[in-house]
């Protein structure tokens, strides 16, 4: 497990929990931005030999490590479950979107908590808490932001006006970015997660040994497509069974991060953002990230690149987008389902 601290200052105390995919994670979370302990129990071994994640046993296991976990983000952050009064003053969870099985685990277990601590409970959106990591490491970031989130399941170019305040600008129309690494990582026989192996792999190959499709470019609008991209790679491997596989991977993630940054630069010009942001587990690609730095540099704005753990899923950008939700919408219902294909709220 890894952990994380940070101290202290007076305020309301958030416990965040987070089991949307393969990663079990808690934090507790002080007056909205503080850190106080962010523990992320990662199954990654336990689904490394099926290739990708297996729904039934993250489920089981989510199970298992949930209690853990959050012992242990409650004991990092000097608290106590059994503590009267109440340990924290609000339980967040992630509702959705996710793997129904261990969304529910984690919404269980977080309406227990509140009921048991009497304090109020608040259901959370995946996809903005991965758009408010980037703020937890800087609040002050002027708006209109681009954010470009990318993760296993989404790729979404987002303005964000405001916390709260988002319209969609561009999504993709089949694969999502990580996914799109995830599926071409196992072609390649490098294993899961693929997103680290071929951005490790990639660093020692030739983008330019192949030149694979760089889909929708030439479009007008802001909409991705990846599913072309890794038929193409098998075509590819399959047309140069010698080629090396650090070639393979250079050039196919030279395609993928050409079409995020364009998109991204076109985004930036047609709403003036005063910034741009990376978001999701993609968002911690060492490629992207350098291409980001340089076109932000080149556009005179902000940009922020949140640091790796808050780039993959995590527990603290739970209990902030919660305790937001919490201030303006107040507490949810404790029959607040988990919903698999929950939308990001858009509001103007
Ligand atoms: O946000 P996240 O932790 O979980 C979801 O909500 O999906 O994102 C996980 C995704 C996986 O597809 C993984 O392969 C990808 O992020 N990823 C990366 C890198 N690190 C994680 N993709 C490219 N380069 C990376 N360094
Ligand atoms: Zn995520």
Known sequence: MEERTESTAPGPLVLGIETSCDETAAAVLEAGRHVRSSVVSSQVDLHARFGG???????RAHVE????????ALAVAGLTATGRPAPVDAVAATSGPGLVGSLLVGLSGAKALALAWDVPFVAVNHLEAHLFAPLLEAPDLAYPLVVLLVSGGHTLLIEMRAPGRYRLLGQTLDDAAGEAYDKVARYLGLGYPGGPAID?????????????????????GLDFSFSGLKTAVVRAVERRPDAATADVAAAFQAAVVDVLVAKAARAMSRVNAAGLCLAGGVAANSALRRRVTELSAELGVAAHLPSAAMCTDNAAMVASAGWWRLVHDGPSPLST????????????
């Not at 490590?65 to 242990?72: A, F, I, K, R, S």
């Not at 990639?202 to 030439?218: I, K």
Request: hydrophobic share 45%; aromatic share 4%.
């Open 337 to 348: 389902g988990a919903d698999p294909n929950l939308a990001l709220p858009l509001a103007g």
């Open 65 to 72: 490590l949930l209690v853990p976990v959050v012992d242990e």
């Open 53 to 59: 994640v297996v729904p039934e046993l993250a489920g």
């Open 200 to 220: 490790r792999i990639a660093g020692q190959g030739d983008p330019t040994s192949f030149s694979f499709p760089r889909a929708l470019l030439d479009d007008d």
